[in-house]
């Protein structure tokens, strides 16, 4: 993954997210456009805590993945309390591996460590 530019914060960002439905919107950050209208960005604007251990994404980033992406991307992360980044990921509740849709209902903030331990299991989110 290649990391350009400062930290933003929520309030920098998310006012900014729309669902993917309709344009597909682009901001201008530090003189790259990036892309705000996507599902995984409104569901952390909706919930921006892990559903599973409550970890709270802090701030954004833009990335881009080494194999060839052209442009960057936003990526949610939060901070352990030993100061480790941690990436917080949209989660389908119920794993596209089981039936579950990619719709916004099916959708829920995880961080990276608790999505790889759910696997394609089903867990819905805390009360």
């Known amino acids: 993954m290649i990391r350009k530019g400062r930290k933003y914060s929520l309030d920098e960002?998310?006012?900014?997210?729309?669902?993917?439905?309709g344009k597909k919107e682009r901001i201008n950050l530090d003189g790259d456009l990036v892309k705000?209208?996507?599902d995984r960005l409104f569901i952390f604007k909706q919930d921006h805590c892990c559903c599973n251990c409550g970890i709270a994404g802090v701030f954004f980033v833009k990335e881009k993945?080494?194999?060839?992406?052209?442009?960057?991307?936003?990526?949610?992360?939060?901070v352990s309390?030993?100061?480790e980044e941690?990436?917080?990921t949209k989660d389908h509740i119920v794993p596209r591996s089981l039936g579950g849709k990619n719709h916004l209902n099916n959708y829920q903030t995880m961080c990276v460590r608790c999505n790889l331990e759910k696997g394609?299991?089903?867990?819905?989110?805390?009360g």
């Open 86 to 88: 941690i990436l917080m």
């Open 120 to 126: 394609n299991e089903q867990v819905v989110e805390m």
């Open 36 to 38: 705000v209208t996507s």
């Open 81 to 83: 309390e030993d100061g």
């Open 13 to 21: 960002i998310l006012p900014f997210v729309k669902s993917s439905f």
């Open 65 to 78: 993945h080494s194999s060839g992406d052209v442009s960057f991307h936003l990526n949610l992360y939060a």
